[in-house]
């Protein structure tokens, strides 16, 4: 039996940038809240990433809430690409400004989420043997939360220290006078082989696949840089919104095979200045046409070979099996330059793989190498993960699981046929990780809880996808992926780095201002695709 019952409107799972928002729309609209973090505090990303050199791909002024012009008004970003430490003290900041915390048990996780037809409730059991009731509940729980530590034979062996970027200690890790491994070369390992390499004494970094990263061209902002930005903020975000990818910029007006060499190399230029992720929308059919694509590729090889002076070693570090930006462009720190470096040794994997990890550090096929720490930086079960480990159950018993064996199946991203009164914030099927995310979970959750009023409002107790509104998304999806270059590449949004996970593009790849469109008229048709029943249990 229930040892305790709290019977709430709405429970949200994550006290990330989507679970802080979420509760407080909730509350300013009135309903009643009951949040669960498995962290002991707030900050999602931001807590548990905390590995050097862990910071923000897309510039700080945009990656902040633009619910309140007053906070973005007073908070006062140091750079550019702010770092981790800065980050988690603005979540904070916004948990204490709006009180948020009073809403969350931490150190809670949830384990099973079970809807009860009976009730039209969810009945939320989390680890410490409680049960929580809503009317509705709310998966806040992270696209990029479920940390994937790849099964290499003998891991458990290795008598140094390992760790894992994406669950990283509280407490400085001490890396002076140590041999240190680092697995992977996504952006987590990106970002904190630089900083590593200029602490250890010797780095080996394990390449499985090599990747394109560009330097962020970070920089500290003065205080007249702030004022300006401060005073065109409203400006900002009406760009944003009106963007693509959630952030105040738009490709070049022309394709790149349209404009002239030198056109193009100016162009080129302009974004690799502007730095970073952003670099894949210089122009519009980068990732739509290969030949265009391949203008992106050569125009960054040819600076990569610039930056490492070992032309063999240079080569190794260039990917050959992906178009550029097919999966996220690294926003860098100095990445390529650290492999000019006496101290760092890259161990292509491609060529020489790991056999095993054994007490004393990392076999490959090519020999031992003897360490002390080892970071996977190996990155997570993307945008599934999170909810898979939670035993979620919907009308009829059925398991969320079950229902997704063949790949997620959502509509919008937000709801799922079978699961009434169950949201999902940056889920599968939403364009969130392919955007701002911290816009994204506004515009998810700005958009459920109207939802949530309409539902009310008309005196319906449940509110839940049609299988053929989530059959036509999927098919969406899937249409609109196959326009691009996207499926070509073995990414995480393919679910490609998780062996045994179906191959399927995840995320709406249509942009964030097309999807706020597209939730506009859903929301306009009195949720088109969603189906209300009354409190008899028949359909209103
Ligand atoms: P999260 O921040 O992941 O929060 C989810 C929370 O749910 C976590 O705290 C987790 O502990 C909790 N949780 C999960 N399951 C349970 C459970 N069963 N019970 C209780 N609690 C649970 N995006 C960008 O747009 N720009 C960036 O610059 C950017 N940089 C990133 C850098 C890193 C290192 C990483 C890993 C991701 C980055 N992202 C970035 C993506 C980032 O995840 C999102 O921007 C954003 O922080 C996600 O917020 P969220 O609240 O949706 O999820
Ligand atoms: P990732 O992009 O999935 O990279 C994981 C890396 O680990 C890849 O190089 C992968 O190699 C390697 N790997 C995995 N299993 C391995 C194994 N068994 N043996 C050897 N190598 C293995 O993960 P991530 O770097 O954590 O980034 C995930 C996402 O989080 C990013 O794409 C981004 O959206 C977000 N992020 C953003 C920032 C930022 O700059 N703000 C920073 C960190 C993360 P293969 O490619 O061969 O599989």
């Given at each position: 039996?229930?040892?305790?019952?709290?019977?709430?409107?709405?429970?949200?799972?994550?006290?990330?940038?989507?679970?802080?928002?979420?509760?407080?729309?909730?509350?300013?609209?009135?309903?009643?809240?009951?949040?669960?973090?498995?962290?002991?505090?707030?900050?999602?990303?931001?807590?548990?990433?905390?590995?050097?050199?862990?910071?923000?791909?897309?510039?700080?002024?945009?990656?902040s809430f633009?619910?309140?012009?007053?906070l973005q008004q007073e908070w006062t970003w140091?750079?550019?690409?702010?770092?981790?430490?800065?980050?988690?003290?603005y979540?904070?900041h916004v948990?204490?400004?709006?009180?948020?915390?009073?809403?969350?048990?931490?150190?809670?996780?949830?384990?099973?989420?079970?809807?009860?037809?009976?009730?039209?409730?969810?009945?939320?059991?989390?680890?410490?043997?409680?049960?929580?009731?809503?009317?509705?509940?709310?998966?806040?729980?992270?696209?990029?939360?479920?940390?994937?530590?790849?099964?290499?034979?003998?891991?458990?062996?290795?008598?140094?220290?390992?760790?894992?970027?994406?669950?990283?200690?509280?407490?400085?890790?001490?890396?002076?006078?140590?041999?240190?491994?680092?697995?992977?070369?996504?952006?987590?390992?990106?970002?904190?082989?630089?900083?590593?390499?200029?602490?250890?004494?010797?780095?080996?970094?394990?390449?499985?696949?090599?990747?394109?990263?560009?330097?962020?061209?970070?920089?500290?902002?003065?205080?007249?840089?702030?004022?300006?930005?401060?005073?065109?903020?409203?400006?900002?975000?009406?760009?944003?919104?009106?963007?693509?990818?959630?952030?105040?910029?738009?490709?070049?007006?022309?394709?790149?095979?349209?404009?002239?060499?030198?056109?193009?190399?100016?162009?080129?230029?302009?974004?690799?200045?502007?730095?970073?992720?952003?670099?894949?929308?210089?122009?519009?059919?980068?990732?739509?046409?290969?030949?265009?694509?391949?203008?992106?590729?050569?125009?960054?090889?040819?600076?990569?070979?610039?930056?490492?002076?070992?032309?063999?070693?240079?080569?190794?570090?260039?990917?050959?099996?992906?178009?550029?930006?097919?999966?996220?462009?690294?926003?860098?720190?100095?990445?390529?330059?650290?492999?000019?470096?006496?101290?760092?040794?890259?161990?292509?994997?491609?060529?020489?793989?790991?056999?095993?990890?054994?007490?004393?550090?990392?076999?490959?096929?090519?020999?031992?190498?003897?360490?002390?720490?080892?970071?996977?930086?190996?990155?997570?079960?993307?945008?599934?993960?999170?909810?898979?480990?939670?035993?979620?159950?919907?009308?009829?018993?059925?398991?969320?699981?079950?229902?997704?064996?063949?790949?997620?199946?959502?509509?919008?991203?937000?709801?799922?046929?079978?699961?009434?009164?169950?949201?999902?914030?940056?889920?599968?099927?939403?364009?969130?990780?392919?955007?701002?995310?911290?816009?994204?979970?506004?515009?998810?959750?700005?958009?459920?809880?109207?939802?949530?009023?309409?539902?009310?409002?008309?005196?319906?107790?449940?509110?839940?996808?049609?299988?053929?509104?989530?059959?036509?998304?999927?098919?969406?999806?899937?249409?609109?992926?196959?326009?691009?270059?996207?499926?070509?590449?073995?990414?995480?949004?393919?679910?490609?780095?998780?062996?045994?996970?179906?191959?399927?593009?995840?995320?709406?790849?249509?942009?964030?201002?097309?999807?706020?469109?597209?939730?506009?008229?859903?929301?306009?048709?009195?949720?088109?695709?969603?189906?209300?029943?009354?409190?008899?249990?028949?359909?209103?």
């Amino acid at each position: 039996m229930n040892r305790n019952s709290t019977a709430v409107d709405v429970v949200v799972v994550g006290a990330g940038v989507a679970g802080l928002y979420a509760a407080h729309t909730l509350c300013r609209h009135g309903l009643t809240v009951q949040g669960f973090e498995s962290a002991g505090g707030v900050g999602g990303t931001w807590y548990h990433n905390r590995y050097p050199g862990a910071r923000c791909d897309v510039e700080s002024v945009d990656y902040s809430f633009s619910f309140d012009d007053d906070l973005q008004q007073e908070w006062t970003w140091s750079e550019r690409f702010a770092t981790q430490p800065e980050i988690l003290a603005y979540l904070e900041h916004v948990a204490d400004r709006f009180d948020l915390r009073r809403h969350f048990r931490f150190s809670t996780r949830v384990v099973s989420a079970e809807f009860d037809e009976a009730d039209s409730v969810w009945r939320i059991r989390t680890d410490d043997g409680e049960v929580t009731t809503g009317r509705y509940c709310i998966f806040a729980t992270g696209c990029l939360s479920a940390t994937n530590l790849p099964d290499i034979p003998g891991r458990d062996d290795f008598r140094g220290a390992a760790y894992h970027t994406g669950s990283w200690p509280h407490d400085a890790v001490e890396f002076t006078g140590k041999r240190v491994g680092v697995i992977g070369t996504g952006s987590s390992g990106m970002q904190s082989i630089p900083l590593i390499a200029e602490e250890a004494d010797h780095l080996y970094v394990f390449q499985r696949t090599a990747n394109y990263s560009i330097p962020a061209g970070n920089r500290p902002f003065d205080a007249e840089a702030m004022r300006e930005i401060k005073a065109t903020y409203a400006e900002r975000r009406r760009l944003s919104r009106l963007s693509g990818g959630g952030s105040p910029f738009t490709p070049y007006p022309h394709g790149a095979l349209e404009v002239t060499d030198e056109e193009r190399t100016r162009v080129y230029d302009e974004w690799w200045n502007r730095g970073g992720v952003l670099f894949s929308k210089a122009f519009p059919d980068q990732l739509t046409d290969l030949d265009a694509n391949n203008t992106a590729r050569v125009y960054w090889e040819n600076k990569i070979r610039q930056i490492v002076t070992d032309p063999e070693l240079a080569e190794t570090l260039i990917p050959d099996d992906h178009p550029i930006g097919t999966k996220r462009i690294v926003t860098d720190s100095g990445y390529f330059a650290t492999f000019n470096r006496d101290n760092v040794t890259l161990v292509d994997l491609r060529r020489t793989p790991i056999d095993r990890i054994n007490e004393s550090g990392i076999a490959t096929t090519a020999g031992q190498y003897d360490l002390d720490i080892i970071v996977y930086a190996t990155g997570f079960d993307a945008m599934t993960g999170a909810l898979s480990r939670i035993d979620i159950r919907g009308r009829g018993d059925r398991r969320l699981v079950d229902e997704w064996a063949a790949g997620p199946r959502t509509y919008l991203g937000l709801g799922v046929s079978g699961f009434p009164n169950m949201f999902l914030v940056n889920g599968p099927g939403s364009p969130g990780p392919l955007a701002n995310m911290v816009l994204t979970s506004e515009q998810h959750l700005d958009w459920i809880v109207d939802c949530i009023e309409y539902v009310d409002e008309r005196g319906a107790v449940t509110v839940e996808a049609d299988p053929d509104a989530v059959d036509a998304w999927v098919a969406e999806l899937n249409e609109r992926a196959s326009t691009t270059l996207f499926p070509s590449a073995n990414s995480w949004y393919l679910g490609a780095n998780i062996p045994g996970k179906p191959r399927v593009f995840m995320p709406f790849i249509g942009g964030f201002a097309a999807y706020g469109q597209i939730l506009d008229e859903v929301a306009g048709a009195g949720y088109k695709g969603f189906a209300l029943g009354g409190p008899d249990r028949k359909a209103l």
